[in-house]
């Protein structure tokens, strides 16, 4: 898929160690790994780095991450749903067949990154800083896109009904391939938002204008 502006991708090594969480505490450093098949559950923890490493079929249940560093990792077919992510630092990273259902982003610096065929309803990038992220077949209703700073930030067939967009600017974003019926956002950083023609009635709506037949 060629985007509209250039992406780095994940550098990852071909060879990975197996790794498992049973160890892992506030401030370790992972390069170069595999965690596979398996499960994290109800840990607090802060300051964790992952640099070249790849996460399959992993579940995270009851986490709080605090200013977690990912730096050329993969998530495939993982589940990361209502996980605390503030203030985390993602470069080069991509999510596939993922879900972050519920996840709190907020505050996060997001770089070259990409969710592709995940499942992010209700999630939350309150605060954060997004640079060339690309969401792709992505589910994203009533997720909370507020007070957040973009450049290059793309939305290819994602449903994002009722996401709320209040206090960031929407110039130059492109919805044109999204589904929604609503949406929320402030109506002094509208200017410049690019919708198809018939999308146009669900801004009109949020606006409070009434149009007459």
Known sequence: MKLPFKMDLPRI???LT???FSEMEDEHFYTDCL???????NKTLEKVSFRRVKFVNV???NINWYRLELMDVIFENCDLSNIELIGAIIHRTTFIDTKFVGANFAEATIVDSMFHHCLGNYSSFY?????RVCFKDTPLMMTEFIEMTWQNLLFINCNINGANFLHTKLKSLD???CIFDG???????????IIR???SLAIVETLGIVLKD
């Not at 965690?35 to 559950?41: A, E, G, I, P, R």
């Not at 605060?127 to 640079?131: D, H, Q, R, T, V």
């Not at 949406?183 to 938002?193: K, R, V, W």
């Open 18 to 20: 197996e790794e498992t």
């Open 59 to 61: 579940t995270f249940e």
């Open 175 to 177: 919805l044109s391939d």
């Open 183 to 193: 949406l929320a956002f402030s109506p002094e950083n509208i200017d410049g938002l």
């Open 197 to 199: 023609s018939d999308q």
């Open 13 to 15: 090594n071909d060879q």
């Open 127 to 131: 605060y954060a800083n997004l640079k």
């Open 35 to 41: 965690f596979k098949d398996c499960t994290l559950t």
